[in-house]
């Protein structure tokens, strides 16, 4: 079935919040958890440190901690300090209750940051945060190979001598060619997403002759 998309009054307002609510909290959680060593960020520098002695493990659906109401299950925690600590720890219930209060802090930081642009983002900054994400996943699955850029800069190039754009040079093909390739995927992007769509535009209603002023 094709898409149909009506020109006159789409808006992407429809766009589901918790969506890019979640794409949000994602982004901010990979940023925060990029370096053990960010300024200002928790220190969970002797995580690999796990308490002596048997430990009685809870649940992997066990609620350990809730931030403003929102429940972090032991699942989330394992998994985090299993990546944290390469492996070394895979159990968030072996862990010294003040490294566990440090792990739960940083895992709190996403969740706080989210729950802030939820609430002071407008609907516009919604809407591009989530069209950013959408753009970002559909770009990973796009190839431009070096070939192909090369192929686009040396048809510019040619139309360029061709007119004898003397004022109009095109640079060294190393310093933009990045940008011709971000510039490719997006136009890849945006072929697949046209494909098949019809694009309908709404006429404006015709006024009745009797309200139609002669001067």
Known sequence: MKKIIVAAGISLGILAVPLWADHLKDSLSRMVHEKDTTPGMVDLSRLDQPMAGPVKSRPSNAVIATVNGHKIRKKEADAYIKSRTKGKITDFDTLPKEQQLRLVKELSLPILMASQAKKELSEREKEGAYVGAWMRKEAAKVTVSDAEVQAMYDQLKQKA????????IIPPFDSI?????????EKKIMDSLMKDVKVEVAAPTALPPMMIRKY
């Open 161 to 168: 001598m061709e007119r004898n754009a003397t004022n109009n």
């Open 177 to 185: 060619k990045n940008k011709m390739k971000s510039q490719m995927t």
